[in-house]
Nanobody, 124 residues
């Protein structure tokens, strides 16, 4: 069992930056692929970014590529999402999650454990 807790969300102006954190407990994260998803009001949860166990590979949704950076610190059991040049379309609840394995195109069903989410609101 893994418990995940996100933090760092808030209100930010378009073009600004925000850094989300995800703290894990229960098991060490180094056995899992980690990811970030987001869900805007009335929409389905969508994939944002993924990082493999050794941090050697990262995958991003096209909508955030070049603006967001996912990273992890296995020693601290932490996952991060650096969000730069944010846009109003990035407004959503952001969730961290972990998976034992994922498909070529990651989907929410691949992930076993989820945090409760943190709200990010980008004003124009």
């Amino acid at each position: 069992q893994v418990q995940l807790v996100e933090s760092g969300g808030g209100l930010v102006q378009a073009g600004g930056s925000l850094r989300l954190s995800c703290a894990a407990s229960g098991r060490t994260l180094d056995t899992y692929i980690m990811g970030w998803f987001r869900q805007a009001g009335g929409k389905e949860r969508e994939f944002v970014a993924l990082i493999v166990r050794t941090s050697t590979t990262t995958i991003y949704a096209d909508s955030v590529k070049g603006r967001f950076t996912i990273s992890r610190d296995n020693a601290k059991n932490m996952l991060y999402l650096q969000m730069d040049n944010v846009k109003p379309g990035d407004t959503a609840v952001y969730y961290c999650a972990c998976a034992s394995g994922v498909r070529r195109t990651p989907v929410a069903d691949d992930f076993n454990y989820w945090g409760q989410g943190t709200q990010v609101t980008v004003s124009s």
